[in-house]
């Protein structure tokens, strides 16, 4: 009997498994299982799951050190620019369809910015999503008017939540194949952490095991990152647990060492002469005790007390000596010499910022001021940290667009045939506060038309209109034919005209011009060399 699951699913055609040798590789972190029975089907959810979750408590651990928190949030401040007016916008430049399709997509994916409610926390989510390495929502619909769309997106803790996908093997010939049979999500409530450690457990056990929900009623998102055996999805702070760890040994090393170095110490050599060993040790004792007066002041009870029956590591030190040439004598052990070294330290600290993609420079950002230079004056490490916020920004728009292809099916406005050709051509475009960027437009801006200035003479002779339109100008066909239409709408430039037509009559008043019109008139072409035809 087949088991109903929660929430809807889309009435899909029945088509015939892909079959393969190979399995599929995702990056979604689902728990493969084989395909069977609804009671037959056992799943190890107690170290799978449960070490996940695990994972991502451990990345909101460590989220929360003063380090990793002002990364973090150097790079969701890069990746999300809360100031802006509308901090992502749907690019629609591509899609090959009507201006009404067009205005229909546009308007449900405000929609969706709605029921996320992104204006406002666009940098939480990205945040969260950046963190946890993972992110879910369950999708909410009427389903008695499922032509209503999306009704709420809510979010959903990944530590309860796990995707399930069943695989089905059959031999073909000496090789078995391998095909996907079904995929769904699985709720629990309790984290996956079963009672008594079992490993094992029954697919549908109720409340112990959760409740299994239906793929489309989830939208789930990751970082992309796996572990070497593609079962775990790794958040961006995993690389920075292990130089966290050191940092963190480093320092309380460091505390440890200036706390009991810090002091300078006496030691007192004592003459003892030739009194035998027990007559020798009391002796010291007594003088000891005779120039050792410490005093402690007790700040709970306001009393002066008198401690000098207590030795410790901090105190002087007392050491007998024979007869000889050297008799009593008092010296001074020095402090720690290296006290004020932080190079150790500070190396652990940019290498836990390098493995967060973070540039070395900013981890000195508090000393140094922000230069608003050229791009020629920009590090290496700020190009690759823009280029990084860049593949981040593409990896959280899954989101918008499986959000998007729900509220577009559901509505009737696309086919479910039609949304993987229609997907590949949706962009979107976030709000980018990065001055970086804007020097750099303006500066290859610049050079196109210092570049375009030195060709323009042989325009006509040596080069055409269209190649110095698409290798100077770096315009594709598209924008050529776009230029072209708003220059014929806008017409010629005032001022143009006239210099264009002074700049001929200049010409025209020169030998040369009018021994190249003769030339250009007999139909040759003059020798470069001086010679002639």
């Known amino acids: 009997m087949a088991i109903q699951l929660f929430g809807f699913e889309f009435k899909r055609k029945d088509e015939q498994p892909v079959e393969s040798f190979a399995p599929p590789i995702n990056d979604d972190g689902a728990v493969v299982v084989a395909a069977g029975g609804a009671y037959g089907t056992y799943i190890d959810l107690d170290g799978t ?10 990345y909101r651990e460590i989220a929360l050190e003063a380090d990793i928190e002002r990364a973090v949030d150097d790079i969701i401040n890069e990746m999300i620019d809360s100031d802006a007016d509308k901090v992502v916008q749907i690019n629609l430049d591509k899609l090959k369809y009507s201006d009404t399709i067009k205005e229909k997509i546009s308007d449900e994916f405000d929609t969706i910015l709605e029921l996320l409610n992104f204006e406002n926390d666009a940098y939480d989510l990205a945040k969260r999503w950046y963190i946890d390495g993972r992110m879910y929502f369950h999708v909410i619909v009427d389903e008695k008017n499922p032509r209503m769309g999306i009704k709420e997106l809510r979010y959903v ?13 059959r031999p073909k010939g000496n090789i078995t194949v391998n095909y996907k049979a079904n995929e769904y999500y699985i709720y629990n409530e ?4 079963p009672a008594g450690g079992n490993a094992g457990m029954p697919l549908d056990t109720g409340a112990t095991q959760g409740i299994k929900i239906a793929a489309d009623s989830i939208l789930h998102v ?22 966290l760890n050191q940092l963190r040994t480093l320092e309380d090393a460091t505390v440890i060492y200036r706390i009991s170095r810090a002091p300078e110490r006496r030691i007192f050599y004592i003459d003892v002469g030739n009194l035998p060993k027990v007559k020798a040790e009391q002796y010291l004792k007594d003088m000891m005790t005779r120039h050792k007066n410490r005093l402690v002041y007790d700040a709970t009870t306001g009393e002066v007390r008198d401690d000098r029956k207590y030795m410790t590591m901090l105190e002087d030190y007392w050491l007998p000596r024979r007869e000889g ?8 052990l020095p402090a ?3 006290l004020g070294e932080m190079a150790d330290v500070e190396y652990f600290q940019q290498k836990l910022f390098q493995s967060l993609n973070i540039p070395i420079s900013r981890l000195k950002g508090s000393e140094a001021g922000f230069n608003l230079g050229r791009s020629a004056e920009i590090t290496r490490d700020e190009v690759k940290f823009t280029k990084f916020a860049g593949r981040l920004r593409k990896r959280f728009s899954m989101l918008f667009m499986k959000a998007l292809e729900k509220q577009l099916i559901l509505k009737g406005i696309v086919s479910e045939q039609d949304w993987p050709e229609l997907s590949n051509q949706i962009k979107f475009d976030f709000e980018i506060d990065n001055h970086f960027e804007e020097f750099k437009q303006a500066e290859v801006l610049q050079n196109r038309l210092n570049n375009l200035n030195a060709v323009v003479p042989y325009i006509g002779r040596f080069f055409s209109d269209k190649w110095v339109r698409q290798y100077v100008l770096m315009q594709s066909d598209d924008d050529i034919e776009t230029m072209m239409e708003q220059i014929a709408e806008e017409g010629s430039m005032p001022g143009v005209e006239g210099e264009e037509q002074q700049q001929g009559q200049q010409q025209r008043n020169t030998p040369q011009s009018a021994s190249q019109t003769a030339s250009e008139r007999s139909g040759s072409v003059p020798n470069i060399d001086g010679g002639g035809r």
């Open 49 to 58: 799951a449960r070490t996940e979750s695990e994972l991502v408590s451990k």
């Open 157 to 169: 803790d990944p530590r309860k939540i796990r995707k399930v996908r069943e695989v089905k093997k």
């Open 190 to 193: 309790r984290n996956f952490l």
């Open 222 to 243: 990751t970082s992309g990152l796996m572990d070497k055996n593609n079962s775990f999805v790794y958040s961006y702070l995993q690389k920075a647990i292990r130089p």
């Open 325 to 332: 040439n050297r008799g009593t004598e008092i010296t001074t």
């Open 336 to 338: 720690g010499q290296n």
